[in-house]
């Protein structure tokens, strides 16, 4: 094995060790919106997503703002790690294809 695959196996190892630190995921943006938008009052908390193809919004309470916070910036770490893996792999696979090593991804 050569020394650039063991350096990318590092890091996708790197990588997984990362995603599993993770606490719990949600999908989305959360935005602030007003009932009286014109005046600026009675504001309320919306979460909007898409899922399955489906968009949706959901209206959020106060006391779970910090929380949904948390996990929808989990969700856009977890969506940028995967993208990271999915580039190392790929990285790899072509390292070993050109080395003539055809070894199992890790």
Do not use: C
Request: proline share 4%; charged share 35%; net charge positive.
């Amino acid at each position: 094995m050569s020394t650039s695959e063991e350096k990318i196996i590092a890091r996708i190892e790197r990588v997984k060790r990362q995603l599993n630190e993770l606490g719990p995921l949600r999908p989305g943006s959360i935005s602030r919106q007003y009932r009286k938008p014109k005046e600026r009052q009675q504001p309320f908390y919306q979460i909007s997503y898409t899922h399955k193809m489906k968009s949706r919004s959901e209206y959020l309470r106060q006391e779970n703002l910090v929380a949904i916070r948390q996990e929808t910036a989990n969700f856009k770490r977890f969506k940028k790690l995967t993208e990271q893996w999915v580039d190392l792999a790929l990285e790899l696979s072509q390292l070993r294809t050109r080395l003539g090593t055809d070894k199992k991804t890790e």
